[in-house]
């Protein structure tokens, strides 16, 4: 069974276009991420929810949405893709709030052209 | 706001040799991660480190910590092919409810 998973895992897409990534864990995890991995490897949290509530929401533009439907599902919703948002995006849980040992899932690549 | 610097970025050695790489953070935490990412993949847990002092081993891979330097190392010992990877060490920001990740170590074994 898959702990972290993600769907889909490429997406090509054109600017301006609206998109959505989905994140579920099967773990029982309380707390969930989104994170953005660029061209050059760096990794940056994004968001964090801690049973559905926001926790964390760092300097991303508004056109990134996270929405959590339940504590064992995370969906990232883009707005107007800009060129500067491929990336790979990753999803991960933890069993709880506060910085612990997280579990990533396969990672979505964004190709914005 | 917390850094964490690694060490070297990137690491070419030959199979059979030892060689340390280092994660330096900049403020005060007590629990670090080390995580292994293989090309075009996701991230996989290697090691907790929640003390000072703290040491963990997993086949040819040992980490530590030492929080009053603010440094841990992922010691390889006997390089095999199957260690080349990306490895990031990552940094509870104490209080913060995150984990800071380092900039990462592109290791490649050479035969």
């Known amino acids: 069974d898959t702990a972290v998973s993600q769907t889909p895992k490429y997406l090509v897409t054109q600017m301006g276009n609206d998109k959505s990534i989905k994140c579920e864990q099967n773990?029982?995890?309380?707390?969930m991420y989104w994170y953005k991995q660029d061209s050059k490897k760096f990794l940056k949290i994004m968001f964090s929810?801690?049973?559905?509530?926001?926790?964390i929401n760092e300097t991303v533009p508004n056109r990134f949405s996270p929405k959590s439907p339940d504590k064992a599902h995370l969906n990232l919703h883009i707005n107007s893709l800009e060129l500067g948002d491929s990336a790979v995006y990753f999803c991960a849980s933890s069993k709880r709030q506060g910085a612990s040992e997280q579990y990533f899932g396969p990672g979505t690549r964004l190709t914005v052209t | 706001e917390l850094k964490v610097e690694q060490n070297p970025l990137f690491l070419s050695m030959q199979e059979g040799k030892n060689y340390t790489i280092y994660c330096n953070y900049s403020?005060?935490?007590?629990?670090l991660y080390w995580y292994r990412q293989d090309p075009g993949k996701s991230l996989e847990s290697l090691f907790v480190l929640l003390s000072n002092g703290a040491v963990k081993q997993e086949g040819r891979l040992m980490a530590s910590l030492d929080t009053k330097a603010r440094l841990s190392t992922l010691h390889i010992t006997a390089a095999v092919h199957d260690l080349s990877a990306t490895y990031f060490c990552a940094v509870d920001n104490f209080g913060n409810e995150k984990l800071t990740f380092g900039t990462g170590t592109r290791l490649t074994i050479i035969p």
């Open positions: 773990l029982g995890h309380d707390t």
């Open positions: 403020t005060t935490s007590d629990r």
């Open positions: 929810y801690n049973n559905k509530e926001l926790i």
